[in-house]
């Protein structure tokens, strides 16, 4: 089946074609290998897509990952039955997709089954799993969860190398600390995002933290600077 799309036209499997084949599939010696070979392409493809997601390629690899959404659930799903080392890095970069297209829910799901082995991960991915974790914890309105992952993520501020990585767990933790009722430390932490991104080029992740950084002084009554940054 052909579909058109805004990127042109997508060959499509019909499903009682797509049943039959993965039927087929599981009965061959090399099914695992076919298994990766999948994941894999599509963990490149949303590698592809973080940069653009982030600026001004956006709405097209908006479009193009909504096109190739069950594959990159297929390609998590894969991951997470038999190697889970690449899927926090996965879960950052997708996570801009994610929020966009409603599909928060599952990905929390997701989430939720790497938390467990947490303490077992290298530095870099633990924070990007618990920079997922708060993130799309809040995004569901599970506040119990989003104030787990901010107690896993502040410890990790201090050694995260990555400027983009420090920059957004900050953001994350100015989400997040409105639920424990600490807006003035959320603000604290949205100013030094919006800082530290400003130096960036993130035009995507700068507006959401001046944002953040508005919204939170409108909570405060500072209506002056909200006004500035939400102009911003």
């Known amino acids: 089946a052909i579909d058109s799309t805004e990127l042109g036209p997508r060959s499509r499997m019909l499903a009682t074609v797509r049943a039959f084949v993965a039927e087929r599939l599981a009965a061959r010696p090399d099914a695992t290998e ?17 940069r653009p ?13 909504q096109a190739e959404a069950g594959n990159l659930a297929a390609a998590v799903r894969w991951y997470l039955s038999h190697d889970r080392r690449p899927l926090p890095h996965l879960f950052r970069v997708l996570y801009l997709f994610w929020s966009q297209r409603d599909l928060g829910r599952e990905a929390w799901s997701w989430v939720e089954q790497l938390l467990p082995g947490f303490g077992t991960l290298d ?9 997922a974790a708060a993130v799309l914890a809040g995004d569901i309105g599970d506040d119990a969860a989003a104030l787990a992952a901010r107690q896993r ?26 639920v424990a009722g600490d807006y003035d430390g959320a603000l604290r932490e949205a100013a030094a995002s919006l800082e530290e991104l400003r130096g960036q080029d993130e035009p995507i992740f700068t507006a ?6 508005g919204a939170v002084d409108t909570a405060l009554g500072r209506y002056d600077d909200a006004l500035r940054h939400l102009r911003e």
């Open 53 to 65: 997601l982030r600026g001004p390629g956006r709405s097209e690899w908006m479009e193009r990952l």
């Open 208 to 213: 959401m933290a001046a944002f953040t950084v």
């Open 34 to 50: 076919v298994g990766r070979r999948h994941a894999d392409f599509y963990r490149a493809l949303a590698e592809q897509a973080d």
């Open 123 to 131: 530095p870099q991915a633990r924070a990007e799993l618990a920079w």
């Open 153 to 178: 993520l502040a410890p990790l501020l201090p050694g995260i190398q990555d400027p983009f990585l420090h920059a957004v767990a900050r953001l994350a933790m100015a989400w997040t600390l409105p």
